[in-house]
């Protein structure tokens, strides 16, 4: 008999995939189902197949649970399943195919048993599904790395605002709210190349330029979302990505400027980690969400 309380979210990454065993009833990843395996994104569709169905097959573990979903970046038709990916330099030799019908063969599946989700907005599902958006009905969510994610929550469904190229400061958001940002910053001041906001973290106390970029990242981050904030109206702004560790860092100055404009708005830290894309897959099973909306 099959087991519908339980789904297998996963999330696919250009060098890897991660998935596990979702409780729709308790909102969690059952123990010991979590699994991560490196991908090679050059790989034929063959390749790529075989080890995205193997992995998940792993995590399945001889269980009757038929429903996945895979957090898929894009561009991608999410509702059909067909890969719209190229020019990314990873999974190239994915475009045009049909998706759901060439891992439902590998499964045993029926391609009806396989839901593909925008990565972004996975994210954001998995923290209002079990994690700091719990409760909340109007969203926005950014993940904040080596490039900058945008998503909103409304009506009970997450989607990718794809907000990363909108125009900003002379640029596009991305360019002053991503990793490079920080490390192009620290060069103009400095003249010193860093790898990283981790990096930078470790010279707080030690170089006094520090703290003046993490507070010109909160004014940035500030202006960006009160932008962003106009458009969505949203209860609560969910922060993830490897930035958002550094949030003590620019939360004043964020705050400070947003909540000038936006009092109401609560500024929250994501807490899923990469458990919140998993979790936001898997939950587009629960009462049947993704043969009610368009994904």
């Known amino acids: 008999m099959i087991n519908d309380s339980i789904a297998i979210g996963a999330d696919i990454g250009g060098t890897h995939i991660t998935a596990a065993l979702v409780d729709l009833k308790e909102k969690r990843i059952l123990p010991g189902s979590f699994i991560r395996e490196k ?26 649970v038929n429903k996945v979903s895979l957090a898929m970046p894009g561009p991608f ?33 029926e391609p009806k048993d396989i839901s593909m ?6 994210f954001l599902q998995g923290e209002v599904f079990g994690g700091s958006a719990s409760g909340f009905k109007n969203v926005i969510g950014l993940t904040l790395g080596t ?11 997450a989607n990718n605002a794809n907000l990363w190229q909108h125009p900003f400061k002379g640029g596009i958001a991305e360019d002053y709210l991503s990793t490079r940002w920080f490390t192009k ?9 860093i790898n990283g906001v981790k990096e930078l973290t470790e010279l707080v106390g030690k170089d006094p330029r520090v703290k003046r970029i993490f507070n010109e990242f909160g004014d940035n981050l500030g202006d960006f979302l009160t ?3 106009s458009l969505a109206h949203p209860e609560v702004v969910i922060l993830g990505g490897n930035i958002a560790k550094s949030f003590r ?7 400070n400027n947003i909540q000038d ?18 979790m936001g897959a898997a939950s587009y099973w629960k009462d049947n969400i993704h043969l009610n909306k368009n994904l």
């Open 39 to 64: 991908i090679d994104s050059h790989g034929s569709q063959e390749q790529i197949m075989e080890a995205w169905s193997e992995t998940i097959l792993k995590v399945r573990q001889g269980r009757n």
């Open 77 to 109: 038709d999410y509702d059909k399943g067909i890969c719209l990916i190229k020019n990314q330099n990873k999974y190239e030799n994915l475009y045009g195919l049909n998706i759901k019908e060439l891992l439902a063969a590998k499964l045993k599946n």
């Open 117 to 122: 989700v925008n990565d972004a907005a996975s």
């Open 147 to 157: 490039g900058l994610g945008t998503c909103t929550y409304h009506n009970g469904k």
């Open 185 to 193: 910053r620290y060069h103009e001041l400095t003249g010193i190349n």
């Open 227 to 229: 932008e962003f904030a």
């Open 249 to 255: 860092l620019f939360k004043r100055t964020l705050l």
């Open 261 to 278: 404009k936006f009092p109401e708005i609560k500024i929250k830290i994501a807490v899923l980690g990469e458990e919140a894309a998993l």
